[in-house]
């Protein structure tokens, strides 16, 4: 079974308000100039932005962020934003594994941007919504 496809603008201004929240004003995050001098193809977003907003989307098909269980991404490929009005998106699918005895779902989550994809190993175990 899927899940209803969620997605997720992300604008530069998004980044600095993680940044302000978070701590981490690496400018990786906020500067082109420093972002492709290490190797980037530009500004990217905090790889922990990126799990909050799946991790949204999980909160949401549970019904409720304390219906989430377990929760756990790695990081395959950084979502660049571009320094205009629209930024990015980054698409979250999900399929159910498996629904258990202890109700208890898990699933595989996929999450993309621009056609690629950004996380792997994205997996969560929610309480089986009633």
Same mark, same amino acid.
């Given at each position: 079974m /899927?899940? #209803? *496809?969620k997605t997720f603008r992300v604008t530069r201004a998004d980044l600095v308000r993680y940044a302000g929240a978070s701590g981490d004003f690496n400018p990786i995050h906020w500067s082109d100039r420093i972002a492709t001098s290490v190797g980037l193809p530009g500004v990217i977003a905090h790889g922990m932005f990126t799990m909050a907003l799946v991790g949204r989307a999980v909160a949401e098909w549970a019904g409720a962020a304390d219906a989430v269980v377990d929760y756990g991404v790695r990081f395959t490929r950084p979502v660049v934003v571009p320094d205009d009005e629209q930024g990015t998106e980054i698409e979250v699918t999900a399929a159910v594994r498996e629904v258990t005895d202890a109700g208890l779902t898990r699933i595989d989550i996929t999450a993309t941007c621009r =056609? /690629?994809?950004?996380?792997?190993? $994205? &997996? $969560? *175990?929610? &309480? *089986? #919504? =009633?």
């Open positions: /899927e899940l #209803p *496809t =056609g /690629e994809k950004v996380l792997s190993q $994205a &997996r $969560a *175990t929610i &309480r *089986t #919504p =009633g």
